[in-house]
């Protein structure tokens, strides 16, 4: 680590840059207990299927509303103390479904949970700009994509272990929450916080007159269009991929969190990879993904065994290319004025596809008369596809313009 590169004066860096990593990993363990739904169905016969898929979704409304609400309840009390309590919402709404039977109560732990990821979700990658310049920031954005990818999938499949004792003890896996809680609480102590904070008045202040001139491209709400369809087909895998091996009979099916955690590692890959393969496809990247992915769908709703069902969770998870494509779009087309706001909305938008996912699914079976999960595959195989017709039309459109050296 280069001390050159450091914008603010800080006795532990690498300390903090760990808590900091951490709490980004922690912000994508929403679905980590994807393969638990299969047995809490069971487990819980008055409820119906759909409402135990949204045990794994419904995090994402309070994310939203709370990811929005973040600055202002940072102007009341800190950044510093608005991610601790985030972290320590996290904590204490991750575990309590392994302590409690009533769906009521799992239910609003899980909103609990919600709300304190949306607390730290803007903090994550942009802590490491606030701390960091010039190289060494560039490097330690590269480790926590790279972390935050593999970190998820590694704790999907620890969920998977634990799921062998029972449903209840794969919630214990929220507890590594508290490692991240107590590095942020040594390590970004209050000095860390004025100073940051005098940093970001600085650069407010250079900033705010072209804010005000600024108007919101409408490239961002077709961009965050693009995001909440791409989260609401890519959800599927988690609601209903638990039901779906069950319904296929499938020897092996405990298996199923090696299978989601292959597909969250070759996501990560994936990640790893944009940047050449986009200078390779360009625009035609994510909609060649989403193809992909939609091929995964509906092979896996045909699958003879585990092993195939494995493969066609990892084409899925190559339809993660999308996510990272449309970010740099909007990065891209929009002034940095306004570049916070139109990422905090796509984002906002982004979760509300996560949350909608399963009634989205559930709609459609019922307007094609099939509601089996096997079905609610094929459905998300149908979003899939319909995302890569949008997204083929943006590219054919920008290209039209002149705009194809952007895309």
């Known amino acids: 680590m280069n001390k050159k590169d450091l914008r603010i004066n800080v006795a532990r860096p690498w300390l903090l840059v760990v808590a900091i990593i951490g709490m980004s990993v922690i912000g994508q363990f929403g679905n980590i207990i994807s393969a638990t739904v299969g047995q809490m169905a069971k487990s819980m016969p008055t409820v119906s299927p759909m409402a135990v898929q949204t045990i794994v979704t419904c995090v ?6 709370f990811d929005l609400l973040s600055p202002a309840i940072e102007r009341m009390i800190t950044k510093r103390w608005t991610i601790l309590t985030g972290l320590t919402f996290a904590l204490v709404g991750g575990i309590t479904p392994a302590f409690t039977d009533y769906f009521a109560f799992i239910y609003a732990s899980r909103l609990v949970f919600g709300a304190g990821i949306g607390l730290i979700m803007p903090y994550g990658m942009a802590l490491l700009g606030d701390i960091f310049t010039g190289e060494t920031r560039d490097n330690m954005v590269g480790y926590a994509s790279a972390a935050l990818n593999f970190g998820s999938g590694i704790s999907t499949l620890l969920v998977g272990v634990l799921l062998v004792i029972s449903w209840h003890v794969s919630f214990l896996m929220y507890g590594v929450i508290v490692v991240p809680l107590v590095l942020f609480a040594i390590g970004y102590t209050r000095n860390v916080d004025i100073q940051i904070k005098a940093n970001e008045y ?36 988690f609601t209903t ?6 319904e296929l009979h499938f020897k092996g099916a405990g298996f199923l969190a090696l299978a989601l955690t292959i597909s969250g590692l070759v996501s990560g890959v994936c990640t790893m990879f944009f940047g050449k393969l986009h200078r390779l496809l360009h625009g035609w990247l994510p909609v060649i993904a989403a193809v992909i992915g939609g091929l ?71 307007i094609i008369g099939h509601g089996s999960p096997v079905w609610q595959l094929r459905v998300g195989a149908m979003m899939f596809f319909f995302l890569a017709l949008l997204m083929a039309g943006y590219v054919v459109i920008e290209k039209f313009k002149g705009e194809g050296e952007r895309l």
């Open 296 to 366: 995964g769908y509906l092979w896996a709703s045909v699958a003879r065994n585990m092993v195939i069902f494995t493969f066609c969770l990892a084409m899925v998870g190559v339809a993660f290319f999308v996510y990272p494509y449309v970010n740099k779009v909007i990065l891209d087309r929009v002034d940095d004025a306004i570049k916070n706001v139109c990422v905090s909305f796509a984002l906002a938008i982004y979760n509300l596809g996560a949350f909608f996912s399963p009634y989205i699914v559930h709609v459609i079976t019922k």
């Open 241 to 246: 991929s638990a039901m779906a091996i069950e």
């Open 60 to 65: 994402s409304l309070p994310t939203m509303i």
């Open 202 to 237: 600085k650069a407010r202040r250079v900033q705010k007159t072209k804010a005000l001139m600024q108007r919101i491209p409408l490239i961002v709400p077709v961009s965050a269009c693009f995001l909440f369809l791409f989260l609401a087909s890519g959800c599927v895998m």
